[in-house]
Structure formats: C-alpha cells, structure tokens
C-alpha cells in the first residue's frame, strides 16, 4: 500500500468510528426498559419513573469528573426532589460495590445510588463508556438531553424548571 494512502484510510475509518457512536446514540430517544439495583437493595424499574423529570448519571468512584459533579447533583436534589425529580447515579461495571457504598457514605450522597455489575443498564443507554453521562428524562419517558462530561447545573436547571411547567 502506498504511503500517501495511508493517512486518507485512517480519515475515513475515523469517521465511520464517529458516523457509529453518533447514530447509536442518536436513536436513543426512549429510557430503556430495565430495572437497576440500588445499593440499599432497592429495585427500581425505570417505567417508574414516568410522569415526572428524572436524572440518571452513570459515574465512577475514580472518575474525577464525577466527584466534581457530586456538588451539582446534591443541590439540584436538595432543590428538585419534593417536586418530584428523582435522581439515579448509576455506577459502571468496573467500579467494585464495596467502593461505591463507601464513596456515597462519605459524601453523602442524597439520592439513589445503582449498581450495574455486567453493564446492562450502560449498554441499554446507547452502550455508556465514559463517565460522567447524565441523561435528562422527560416525564414521557423521552430522553430530554444526554450530557457527556460535567453537565452545567444552571443549564440543568433550566431544563428541569421547562419539564416540571409542562408537566
């Protein structure tokens, strides 16, 4: 193969590689229909969640990002939880269960906390790799706004307060 050939079939399986990962999670427009288990041994079918704005964040107790986001997630709980959004950080199958209990011991964290231990509540949202990724759900159960990175809590807000007025 010629040199010069080299770097244009690298362009184009660069491409392909975005072309895949922005269609795949492009025609994730619906909360799939799975159930999580917290790590207080509750089950919560994701369908509950209908009726109502929620948050579900995939995160990673070694993910620096995802401590930053902490803070953003306990206030728009404080703030949103008796109007009825419902928060779900759901951490990725390679953190170890016992780290995850004990992160959201120390930081207190507020809100539901999943565990997905094979991946399939990653994979049934468009197969999740990185963290964090917050998925905004709209009381129908559509995918209101997915976030890759740390979400701007303002702009979160936002999009709540238009959920709840429609709601």
Not at 22 to 50: H, R, W
Not at 51 to 61: E, I
Request: aromatic share 6%; net charge positive.
């Amino acid at each position: 193969m010629k040199k010069n050939k080299i770097p244009a079939i690298s362009l184009v399986l660069i491409l392909l590689g975005f072309t895949t990962l922005y269609f795949n999670n492009a025609a994730l427009n619906q909360v799939p229909n799975i159930s999580v288990n917290t790590i207080d041994g509750e089950k919560i079918a994701l369908s509950s969640l209908k009726g109502r704005p929620a948050l579900v964040t995939f995160w990673a107790t070694d993910c620096p990002g995802c401590i930053k986001e902490i803070p953003h997630l306990k206030a728009i709980h404080a703030d949103y939880a008796a109007k009825g959004v419902s928060i779900i950080a759901i951490a990725m199958k390679h953190d170890r269960p016992d780290h995850v209990i004990a992160m959201a011991e120390n930081k207190k964290l507020p809100y539901k906390i999943a565990l997905d231990p094979m991946g399939k509540a990653a994979k049934a949202f468009g197969d999740v790799r990185l963290t964090p990724t917050t998925f905004l759900i709209a009381p129908n159960s559509t995918i209101a706004m997915q976030k890759l990175g740390i979400f701007d809590e303002q702009t979160m807000r936002q999009r709540l307060d238009q959920l709840l007025d429609k709601s």
